[in-house]
């Protein structure tokens, strides 16, 4: 650790003032299917070692969790060490199940909604809800919209970079995120089942680091090329991993937007400027990539993203903003001020410890 990181470290902890976007649920148990044929991908909670349990997928063992997966009382306590207030919190994104049918996929995510819900009930505040949604049938899709912002009362919710191999910019999905925006719903849209897989090579674990930035940034251009928030101008939409590969396209987008006209015909505005309107986390675990997206995007339109409580996850954010960061009234609007607007909360309710 650097001597810069190290201070800025040690600064964050007494700080505990940021607000993390991106965190995510398994919990303690998982329904059982209310129907005759269980669907070949249910998931399901088995035991594994002391305070663990293992997510099982179609019989087998898809990820291994510890009980920070689902208790507020130890997220919260990792929350003090980590520099943070707040904590949106959504299904782990393999649970989104846009590949089970639709009635099946919405009794899941019922209950993940409800779970989490209760999880932001009990945490005095520290916790947000971010819920989820069918979209492989969007009238179910809206219909799970209505019950997340009307009865539990949440103002965001997570989706995938791709619904069954289809980006959030494809025409079908524009009613539901048309939606969104009259809600005053925010969309974070997460990584999931990335394109291009067959192509990597060596370990497994190489596919969120490298190929989820892939998927999340050809899920944020889909988002530019389809004009989705010229044409819905109040959407909040937020991506993980930092918008992915995005800020790398941009400038390949600009220049074919100027050499072909349907491109420009498609982009009224420009592709660089609509992205300046996205939110995108700050997860790039690097102070010259950190500093690229200021650039790129703005200081208005980062906020914090940890992954936690996965292994890949960044474990310090706050302090990782501040060694990268000079600038205080920058660092307050990444830390804390973007994600309390992105979510539509308020940044001073929490008691936050001195």
């Given at each position: 650790m650097s001597v810069a990181y190290a201070g800025a470290h040690q600064h964050a902890a007494a700080c505990t003032c940021g607000i993390d976007v991106h965190a995510h649920v398994i919990p303690h148990d998982l329904p059982r299917y209310l129907g005759n044929i269980i669907p070949a991908s249910w998931p399901s909670m088995a035991p594994a070692h002391a305070c663990h349990r293992h997510v099982m997928v179609a019989g087998t063992v898809y990820r291994t969790v510890s009980d920070k997966a689902w208790s507020p009382t130890r997220r919260i306590d990792d929350m003090e060490t980590m520099g943070l207030a707040q904590q949106a919190i959504s299904p782990m994104p393999e649970l989104l199940a846009y590949w089970m049918d639709a009635a099946p996929a919405c009794q899941l995510l019922r209950y993940l909604n409800e779970q989490i819900a209760e999880m932001a009930a009990l945490s005095g505040n520290r916790l947000v809800g971010m819920g989820a949604v069918p979209l492989q049938?969007?009238?179910?899709?809206?219909?799970?919209?209505?019950?997340?912002?009307?009865?539990?009362?949440?103002?965001?919710?997570?989706?995938?970079?791709?619904?069954?191999?289809?980006?959030?910019?494809?025409?079908?999905?524009?009613?539901?995120?048309?939606?969104?925006?009259?809600?005053?719903?925010?969309?974070?849209?997460?990584?999931?089942?990335?394109?291009?897989?067959?192509?990597?090579?060596?370990?497994?674990?190489?596919?969120?680091?490298?190929?989820?930035?892939?998927?999340?940034?050809?899920?944020?251009?889909?988002?530019?090329?389809?004009?989705?928030?010229?044409?819905?101008?109040?959407?909040?939409?937020?991506?993980?991993?930092?918008?992915?590969?995005?800020?790398?396209?941009?400038?390949?987008?600009?220049?074919?937007?100027?050499?072909?006209?349907a491109l420009r015909e498609a982009m009224p505005v420009s592709p660089s400027e609509q992205a300046r309107q996205l939110y995108y986390d700050t997860l790039v675990f690097d102070a010259p990539t950190l500093n690229h997206l200021l650039a790129c995007f703005g200081a208005d339109q980062l906020m914090i993203g940890t992954d936690y409580p996965f292994a890949f996850h960044d474990a310090s954010p706050v302090a990782r903003i501040a060694a990268a960061v000079a600038a205080p009234d920058v660092r307050a609007r990444l830390v804390t001020h973007n994600a309390a607007r992105f979510l539509g909360i308020d940044a001073g309710a929490p008691t936050i410890n001195p």
């Open positions: 049938d969007i009238d179910l899709a809206l219909a799970e919209l209505d019950y997340v912002a009307d009865k539990l009362g949440f103002k965001a919710i997570e989706v995938g970079s791709n619904i069954n191999g289809k980006a959030p910019g494809a025409p079908e999905f524009a009613p539901f995120f048309a939606a969104c925006a009259d809600k005053g719903v925010a969309v974070f849209v997460h990584a999931l089942k990335p394109a291009g897989t067959e192509r990597l090579v060596g370990p497994d674990k190489l596919l969120p680091a490298l190929a989820y930035p892939t998927d999340v940034g050809l899920a944020a251009a889909s988002v530019l090329t389809s004009n989705l928030i010229g044409r819905y101008p109040h959407l909040k939409m937020a991506f993980s991993h930092g918008g992915g590969t995005l800020a790398s396209l941009l400038p390949r987008l600009e220049q074919a937007r100027q050499v072909f006209p």
